[in-house]
C-alpha cells in the first residue's frame, strides 16, 4: 500500500489531460484520460483537473498521501511561481488560477508548473531523447501556434515567470503583412503555425494572383471550410496557391530552425503539434536542406531533425517527467524554483 505515484496534468485551448503513473514512470503504468477544455468561467478547468485526478485514483485504489507531486503543463503565458495562465488567448479569461484552487482539494500534495512546450521537452530528454542529445535539446511544436522548449547545457531554460523560448514569435520577415496570433506581422508562426497557414490562403485568395480552382474544389466553394488540412491537401494535388502558402510554411520553418540553432547550439531537436499529419510536406525538405546547404540558415552545425513519437501526449508525459526530476533533485530543472 505505500507504493508511490506521479500525477501529471496537459492544459490546453482545446483539451484537459491528466494521468497517473507509477514513481518510476514505466509507461506501462501510465492511466490517462483527456475531457474538452471547459470555458464556463476561471475556475472550470481547475475544477475539471481535480475531479478527473479524484476519479483516476479511486479507479485505481490509490489514497491521496500515496502522490508524491502534480506537474502541470499548460498552454501559456504562465506565472509558474503564481501557478496562473495570464493573457491567453485560447482560454478565455485575463487570468486563470490553478494552483490556488486545486491546492485546496489536494492540500498536501506539492504541485510544479511548467508552459506546456517547456514541459514537451522535458517529456522527449525523459521518454525518447538518447544519452548523446539529451544535453542540448529542442522540442517545437506546430500545431495552432509555433511554440518550443530548450535544454541548453542540461538545463532547462525557463526565463523569469517560465515563458523561455517563445520561438514562434521570432520575427522572420519585419515588413510582413501577415498578422500573428500575437498581434504582430511576421511571426514565424504567421507563416507557419495552423492558423497561419489558414489566414494566409484566405488572404491569398483575396488578393486573387494565383489559381486555386483544387483547394476551393476540396471544400466546395465555401472558403470558411479552409483549414491547413485542406491547403496541405490541395498542395499535394498540385493547387498553385497552396503549394505556395505550404512553400512558405516550409520556408519560413527553416529560417525559425536556424535562428533556434544559432541561438542554442542544440544536437536534435523533435517535432510535435497537430502540423505533423502532414509532416511528409515539411519535415524531408528541411532535413535536405540542413544536410545539402545548411549555411543559407544557420552557422552553427546543423541539428538533426526527429518526430515525437508521442504526438498529443508529450505535453502530459513531460509533466509526470518534470515531478520525478524535481523529485529527483536533477540538475535539468535545479532553476525552477518552486515549493
Ligand atoms: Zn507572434
Known amino acids: 500500500m505505500d507504493k508511490k505515484f506521479i500525477a501529471g496534468v496537459d492544459i490546453g485551448g482545446t483539451w484537459v489531460r491528466v494521468a497517473i503513473c507509477t514513481a518510476d514512470l514505466n509507461e506501462k503504468n501510465i492511466k490517462k484520460r483527456i475531457t474538452a477544455t471547459l470555458k464556463e468561467n476561471e475556475y472550470s478547468i481547475s475544477n475539471s483537473v481535480c475531479q478527473i485526478l479524484t476519479e483516476l485514483l479511486s479507479e485505481n485504489s490509490i489514497t491521496k498521501g500515496q502522490i508524491l507531486g502534480i506537474g502541470i ?37 506539492p504541485i510544479y508548473f511548467i508552459n506546456d512546450c517547456n514541459g514537451s521537452v522535458l517529456g522527449v530528454h525523459f521518454f525518447e531523447a538518447n544519452d548523446g542529445e539529451k ?51 511576421g511571426c514565424w508562426e504567421a507563416y507557419s503555425s495552423g492558423t497561419g497557414v489558414r489566414n494566409r490562403a484566405l488572404n491569398a485568395l483575396q488578393e486573387g494572383k494565383l489559381n486555386a480552382g483544387i483547394l476551393m474544389s476540396i471544400v466546395e466553394k465555401d472558403k470558411s471550410r479552409i483549414t491547413a488540412k485542406e491547403v496541405f491537401q490541395a498542395a499535394r494535388e498540385g493547387d498553385e496557391l497552396s503549394k505556395k502558402i505550404v512553400n512558405d510554411c516550409v520556408f519560413y520553418t527553416k529560417i525559425g530552425i536556424g ?43 546543423p541539428p538533426k531533425i526527429k518526430l515525437t513519437k508521442y504526438k ?24 525552477l524554483k518552486q515549493k
Open 73 to 109: 503543463a499548460t498552454a501559456g503565458p504562465l506565472n509558474i511561481e503564481k501557478g496562473e495562465v495570464f493573457n491567453n488567448a485560447n482560454l478565455g479569461f485575463r487570468v486563470i488560477p490553478l494552483k490556488e484552487p486545486i491546492k485546496e482539494k489536494f492540500p498536501e500534495i
Open 135 to 185: 544535453d542540448n535539446l529542442v522540442y517545437i511544436t506546430m500545431s495552432t501556434g509555433v511554440g518550443g522548449g530548450v535544454i541548453c547545457n542540461g538545463h532547462l531554460l525557463l526565463g523569469k515567470e517560465g515563458n523561455a523560448a517563445e520561438i514562434g514569435h521570432a520575427l522572420v520577415e519585419p515588413k510582413s503583412k501577415a498578422q500573428c496570433n500575437c498581434g504582430a506581422h
Open 259 to 301: 535562428i533556434v540553432n544559432n541561438y542554442y547550439d542544440c544536437t536534435s531537436i523533435y517535432f510535435g503539434g497537430a502540423m505533423m499529419k502532414d509532416k511528409e510536406q515539411i519535415i524531408p525538405q528541411i532535413c535536405k536542406q540542413f544536410e545539402i546547404d545548411p549555411i543559407k540558415f544557420t552557422t552553427n552545425h
Open 312 to 335: 498529443d501526449e508529450i505535453g502530459l508525459r513531460g509533466a509526470l517527467a518534470l515531478v520525478k526530476y524535481k523529485i529527483e533533485n536533477n540538475s535539468i530543472i535545479s532553476k
